[in-house]
């Protein structure tokens, strides 16, 4: 035999006590509605209460089940006006801060923000344009080649005919139409030149790109300054002092150079500047690789060749070039010792160093 007294419905009645419960919490729009629900259910005439109140008629067996629900719908019920006042008081507090007019809520002008992380130049960047400026400041002009170059820019203008075996020096990305990556800025040379005649000062920083197998000292893609004058007494005279007041400026100190002889298709005499090692004064280091010397800056008196190929005569007018590793240039200044990271836009090793002063080498 069954000893329901009305257990059962019980139950149900606790089950619906809970959903309406629920409808009601949701409904609530104040604090005061909300004590209005929590007193018609959980007060001393509430719903839930005329249920516990009713559980001694019920018998023993009902009596735990029972009793065992309502309790549990109790908690639920006071865990659930609970989190409902933690909601009214939050947008309570909303409209309080909000325009009496209703209008959109203002903020805190006192709060801290929460800004953003401020970018930084890259190093490169950096140093093409402290580059830019020193030349600026010697009157060159500073103009702009493409990165997709023709052959005749790239080569043939600068005396590196397709027989020649200066083309092996330089690993180069040709397109289907012949044109090809250029692989120095030594074309913007002839490019200035042509559009500009001489005389002429001028620089061209730019991208270059090399068939390379990438390592920590070799890319494919880097970055050079190109440089120029012409005029109708240019000597070397005027390449070393250019030269020396440019890296002077470049590491804030003053710097020692010479020239040795090196060979580059597109100028006569041809040299290598080097630098007098600061890191240790000349007496050589692992920097300077004992020599006292670092290698810096690849130059030249402009070849005849070059000056006829773009339109100047070389009988009037004579000049110097150089091409400045730009990429190398930041490596050295900003103490990085892999070129691999100029690309990779690793912010560890890149962030803050193009607001860094150059250091000396
Ligand atoms: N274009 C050469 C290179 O990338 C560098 C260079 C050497 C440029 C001598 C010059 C120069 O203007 O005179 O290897």
Redesign the pocket.
């Known amino acids: 035999m069954s000893d329901d007294t009305g257990g059962s419905k019980v139950l149900e009645a606790v089950e619906a006590v809970r959903a309406k419960a629920r409808g009601l919490m949701e409904a609530t729009a104040d604090r005061k509605a909300l004590d209005d629900v929590r007193v018609a259910l959980l007060g001393r005439k509430g719903e839930l209460t005329a249920i516990l109140k009713g559980m001694k008629d019920l018998a023993e067996s009902e009596r735990r089940k029972v009793g065992e629900a309502a309790n549990a719908l109790k908690g639920w019920i006071e865990e659930a006006i609970g989190s409902r006042l933690a909601e009214l008081s939050r947008s309570e507090a909303e409209g309080a801060a909000g325009a009496p007019s209703g209008g959109p809520a203002p903020f805190d002008v006192t709060l801290p923000g929460t800004g953003r992380p401020a970018g930084s130049i890259h190093p490169v960047t950096a140093m093409r344009r402290k580059v830019e400026g020193i030349f600026a400041g010697m009157g060159f002009m500073v103009v702009d080649g493409p990165e997709l170059e023709s052959e005749f820019h790239n080569f043939v203008a600068?005396n590196i005919p397709e027989t020649h075996p200066a083309r092996d020096?330089?690993d180069t990305f040709w397109c289907d139409d012949g044109q090809c990556l250029r692989?120095?800025?030594?074309p913007v040379?002839v490019r200035a030149l042509i559009r500009y005649g001489a005389p002429i000062r001028m620089i061209a920083p730019g991208r270059?790109f090399r068939n390379e197998s990438i390592d920590a000292s070799h890319e494919n893609t880097f970055f050079?300054v190109?440089?120029?004058m012409v005029d109708s007494e240019v000597s070397v005279a005027n390449l070393i002092h250019v030269m020396k007041a440019m890296l002077s400026e470049v590491f804030g100190m003053d710097v020692d150079v010479r020239l040795r002889p090196?060979y580059?298709p597109?100028?006569e005499p041809?040299?290598e500047l080097d630098m007098r090692c600061s890191i240790c004064g000349g007496q050589g280091c692992p920097t300077c690789k004992r020599s006292g010397w670092v290698e810096l800056?690849?130059?030249?008196m402009?070849h005849p060749n070059v000056l006829r190929h773009s339109g100047v005569d070389p009988d009037r007018f004579s000049g110097?070039?150089?091409?400045l590793?730009l990429t190398r240039l930041a490596m050295m200044s900003y103490r990085i010792g892999d070129i691999r990271v100029f690309n990779s836009g690793d912010l560890r090793a890149l962030a803050g160093l193009g607001s860094a002063s150059p250091q000396a080498v």
Not at 183 to 186: D, N, R, Y
Not at 320 to 323: Q, R, S, Y
């Open positions: 600068l020096m330089q692989t120095h800025t030594s040379q270059c050079q190109e440089g120029m090196g580059f597109f100028v041809g040299f800056v690849p130059c030249g402009v110097f070039a150089f091409g590793g």
